[in-house]
Structures are given as C-alpha cells and as structure tokens.
C-alpha cells in the first residue's frame, strides 16, 4: 500500500457505488480507512464538510487534507487527474476513453436497476435483504456497545425494508421480466466470456478500467441477495468467481498500457446491443422529460421480445446523457 496520507472512504456494504470504490481504491493501493456510513445520517455527521454536501449520498471520499467529494464517477475523475501512474482506471482520450464511460455509466444507472428489482421485488428476497442490511449497519454502528435483540430490530428492518418496496416504481423497477432478462444478459455476456478461449480477464482487456468497477460493485450486490446470488452462482460460476477476485485487486501487478485494449470483446459487444436497445432510448427519452413527469419508452429487442418501461423524470439521468455527449464530442473533436 502507498505511504502517503490515508484517504477515508465513507460507504455501506449493502452500496454497489461503495463496493465499487472501495475495490477500485485496493486496485490503485491508496490507503484509505473504510468506515461504515447512512446516507440518512449525513446530514447531522461530526464533520461539518460532509454535512455541507449537496446531495447526500454515499460514498463520499475524504483526502488526507480535509476536501471531500460524493458520487463514484466524480471521485474516480478526480483521482485520475491527481495519481497518474501506472495503475490509472480510466483511458486517457479517444475511442476507448469513451468507451469506458459509457459502459460505466449503464453499469451504474442501468444494471443497477435490475439489481434493485432483483433485492425487493419477491418475498423471499424481500425479508433477506431487510435482515442483512440492518444488520451490517448494526454492527458497524460505533455508538452500540451491544447488539439489539431481532425483536428489538424487527421495527426498524420493516421501516426500511417498507421504504425500498416504496420506491420500486418511482425509479422504475416494477418489471421482473425487463430486468431479469438484463441481469441474465449481462452476467451471462461476462461469463460467456471468461470461458472462452484466451479470454481477456476484464472487459476491455489485460487490466480493469472504470467500467468494470461499475460493473462488479453491482455483481457483488446480487452475488449477497438470495435468489440473484445463487442464481449466479448456479449458472455463471466463472463471473461469480470474477466477483470474488475484483473485490481485492491490489495484488494484481499491471503497468496499465493502454494501446493493449480491446474494444470487441465477446462481452462487450453484447453489452453495446443491449445499451443500444435499451438504455440510449432511455436516456433520450428521460432528457426529454422534466421534473414530475413519467418517462415512458418501449424496447424493441433483435429476439422479438418488446418491454415497456416507465418511470419518474431522473435529473441525475439527464446530467449523465448531457456527460455522455460531452464525451462523445470531444471524441469526435480529438
């Protein structure tokens, strides 16, 4: 690990934007303190720089001099412009660069959905999420001496539990079938391959970029729900094993060159049909939204299958488009 300063990263385990960045810290081997945050206690947290955020969502990364910053792409852009050595995560211009933005960026937005119907659309997957989490909080929360007793949790796992269930159509992620068939499609892309021959071990090659961050801190989130985790575990043991290695990659020695990429891989040209049919009309269509509206767009598959989504004006959605197109712009500029 480096002998500078260490970061603080503040997450939750039950995040894939925390996951995502506290395995992307290991991989670049910046020392850093995990330590376990709410989102709902932010507001009233000891240091007034966190409680001065904007937006109150985890992780929020700390420097050695007392600056903070929230939103995983936000931080992994500002690190990449302070370490430029040999173990960068994001290519540096052109076709690949935008690349990787655009994978990251569905893996965030998109797959992330697919993982949140997965964690509370059944019963089952329901009560197991509600125990894990708040039991994860509890017993990282440095005020307890000891832990509640379940009858004494039950309260607030319901509370909790009853508040995710409630946003499943606010963000669009009432519809098991759309978003079974995208987890399947992309763990099945990944698995697909890794199995193949002389398989490049990451996306887009050799060594990880900012889009397989994106896509494993939400494969790690369903590789713990109970009917995703085994599902993968069952049918796609090879990107189940993947899960496992991203979590810790800061034994993996790499000097990242970035002319060793490959842009056709077997999972990414699958994962590139299904952002073209589905998460770019999407995009287009939220963009043209505005705040209180419903964003309604139809899917139109090669397969023949045709889903109907729907779901509120996202204005997080609409600044990842507006970033998309910068990117795209300065690609075709460059």
């Not at 985890?58 to 992994?76: A, C, F, H, K, Q």
């Not at 199995?195 to 397989?212: I, M, N, Q, V």
Request: include cysteine.
């Amino acid at each position: 690990m480096s002998t500078r300063p260490p970061f603080t990263l503040y997450g939750s385990n039950a995040s894939p934007y925390s996951c995502k960045m506290r395995a992307l810290m290991r991989y670049r081997r910046l020392h850093f303190t995990w330590v376990p945050l709410n989102p709902m206690e932010m507001a009233s947290h000891p240091n007034p720089n966190i409680r001065a955020l904007k937006a109150k969502v985890i992780p929020v990364l700390e420097w050695p001099d007392g600056r903070v910053l929230n939103d995983s792409t936000v931080i992994i852009d500002a690190l990449e412009a302070e370490f430029r050595d040999g173990r960068t995560v994001v290519p540096p211009a052109g076709p690949a660069r935008f690349l990787a933005k655009l994978l990251e960026d569905f893996f965030d937005e998109w797959l992330m959905k697919a993982m949140f119907n997965r964690r509370w659309s059944s019963e089952v997957d329901r009560d197991w999420s509600g125990r894990w989490i708040i039991s994860d909080q509890l017993m990282s929360a440095p005020e307890l001496v000891t832990l509640p007793s379940p009858s004494q949790t039950s309260g607030l796992i319901k509370f909790f539990r009853d508040r995710q269930v409630g946003r499943l159509a606010l963000v669009g992620c009432e519809d098991d079938k759309l978003w079974q068939h995208v987890m399947y499609e992309v763990v099945g892309a990944l698995d697909m391959q890794l199995r193949s021959g002389d398989a490049c071990r990451f996306l887009l090659g050799p060594h990880p970029t900012c889009a397989d961050f994106a896509l494993f801190g939400v494969l790690k989130q369903l590789s713990l729900d109970h009917t995703a985790g085994r599902f993968i575990q069952d049918h796609f043991d090879a990107a189940y094993g993947w899960v496992l290695a991203m979590d810790d990659l800061s034994g993996l020695e790499t000097d990242v060159d970035w002319k060793s990429l490959h842009m056709d891989t077997p999972a990414v040209k699958k994962i590139l049909k299904l952002i073209s049919a589905m998460y770019m009309p999407y995009l287009v269509a939220n963009g043209k939204a505005t705040r209180g509206e419903w964003v309604e767009v139809e899917f139109h598959l090669d397969d023949g299958q045709t889903f109907r989504h729907k779901e509120k004006f996202g204005p997080y959605q609409k600044k990842c488009l507006d970033d998309l197109k910068r990117h795209y712009e300065q690609l075709t500029a460059s």
